[in-house]
């Protein structure tokens, strides 16, 4: 597609529950990153894909939060058993190659309820 | 670890004026590279302008300027001729050649008024 496309774009769900994000980058694009952005906060860096190397997990807050990113493209960040404090938007971003001078474009971002 | 201020958490500038959104950051790296993201409610982040650290002359896009000060460690935005369009959420970002992924500052909300 021509920009970052993320679904659901909100989604409400009770706490406890397992959540699914779906991010489809930029054709092409080899990196892919997702963000977390609270209630008037800036965004904070959760993971990171890289073509076929190792995801960079050290921004995942806990083992209740897990991605992947399947045949290099499309990626899924799952939130399990979600709390209150998970509420926030989630942004998925790609770049052409992860150089750290490339243009990064960000999707719309999921916006996460949790009730 | 690298970390990014902006200390304004909202300004206000009248349409056709000139305003200035401040940001400093800090890191051990000569190597790296700053952005300014603009952030209107559609949520969507658009990249306003980037500058590269190993580069003296400020980046500049029509209306949108840096002042870029590599030994203060500070990374300013001007915004010329303001519009209503720009009233917007902005966020100033770092990233350096070892870690791919950007820190981001707090923000600073941008209203324009008529």
């Known amino acids: 597609g021509a920009g970052v496309s993320q679904s659901p774009s909100n989604k409400v769900t009770e706490k406890g529950k397992d959540v699914e994000l779906r991010c489809d980058p930029i054709?092409?694009?080899?990196?892919l990153y997702w963000y977390r952005q609270s209630l008037g906060q800036g965004l904070e860096f959760l993971i990171y894909?890289?073509?076929?190397?190792?995801?960079?997990k050290s921004g995942l807050p806990s083992d209740r939060f897990s991605a992947e990113r399947t045949g290099g493209s499309v990626s899924t960040l799952t939130i399990q058993r979600t709390q209150q404090e998970d509420s926030a938007v989630y942004l998925c971003?790609?770049?052409?190659?992860?150089?750290?001078?490339?243009?990064?474009?960000f999707g719309e971002g999921s916006w996460l309820t949790v009730v | 670890a690298q970390t990014v201020t902006q200390s304004q958490p909202e300004m206000s500038v009248q349409e056709a004026e000139t305003v200035t959104l401040s940001c400093t950051y800090d890191?051990?790296?000569?190597?790296?590279?700053l952005f300014w993201y603009k952030q209107p409610p559609s949520r969507q982040m658009i990249l306003v302008i980037r500058?590269?650290?190993?580069?003296?002359q400020n980046a500049t896009e029509n209306r949108f300027s840096v002042n870029f000060q590599k030994a203060a460690k500070s990374f300013s935005l001007k915004i010329s001729d303001s519009q209503l369009g720009d009233a917007a959420m902005y966020f100033c970002a770092y990233t350096d050649t070892g870690r791919r992924a950007l820190t981001f500052g707090s923000g600073t909300r941008l209203q324009v008024q008529p």
């Open positions: 500058q590269e650290a190993y580069k003296q």
């Open positions: 894909f890289q073509g076929n190397s190792a995801p960079d």
């Open positions: 054709s092409g694009h080899t990196a």
């Open positions: 890191t051990s790296e000569s190597d790296y590279y």
């Open positions: 971003a790609s770049s052409l190659d992860g150089a750290a001078g490339n243009t990064i474009y």
